[in-house]
């Protein structure tokens, strides 16, 4: 009785690790928005780390984290530290790429509750209606992340964040670019 048992959570470990191998080995979730203001706007609000927390959907999650910043305000190198509750963890993210009114690239290193480092990046695409600004994350998938993702969609968890994020930020731009329009208006009159 005891051998069969034995045999048959062996048999099903294998079998979880089995399918937990076969997952993809990389990760990539993206989100994109159209905002009525430019790219320039929207790449001055990235690309300065210490705006990010203006829009970021996890500031919100726990105001009391602790923060920090290193290096230039903006652009490469400029880096931001945080350690916060459960829900938004430990780690770094550091400005790896910064092309003018076109791309931020970040390095997210993760430290808890899992650690991690993932690659991060912003692109705006100038369009009729303002810019499209597109959110990015990709990173290896190892066997916990895979083994979570059997039971939770990554994607839509995320993924659900950016929006709220890309939301935040596009308030945020179209808030400004208003403000500089009514400005311009009452400076012509």
């Known amino acids: 009785m005891i051998t069969t048992i034995l045999t048959g959570t062996v048999v099903l470990a294998a079998a979880f690790a089995a399918v937990v191998a076969s997952r993809p080995s990389e990760f990539r979730i993206t989100r994109s928005a159209i905002v009525a203001a430019e790219p320039a706007t929207l790449f001055a609000q ?106 939770m969609n990554m994607d839509k968890m995320i993924g659900g964040d950016f929006e709220k994020g890309l939301a935040g930020l596009k308030r945020i731009a179209e808030a400004g670019a208003a403000r500089h329009t009514n400005y311009a208006l009452a400076a012509a009159r």
């Open 46 to 151: 990235v690309n300065d780390v210490r705006r990010f927390q203006d829009w970021s959907p996890w500031a919100k999650r726990d105001p009391q984290a602790k923060m920090s910043f290193e290096g230039p305000a903006a652009g490469e190198g400029a880096a931001f530290r945080w350690a916060g509750n459960r829900e938004v963890g430990e780690g770094a993210m550091t400005v790896t790429e910064s092309q003018p009114n076109e791309r931020v690239q970040f390095r997210l290193d993760f430290l808890k509750p899992m650690k991690a480092t993932n690659t991060a990046a912003f692109t705006f695409e100038p369009v009729a209606e303002g810019t499209r600004v597109t959110w990015s994350m990709h990173g290896e998938s190892k066997f916990m992340c895979k083994a979570m993702g059997l039971f």
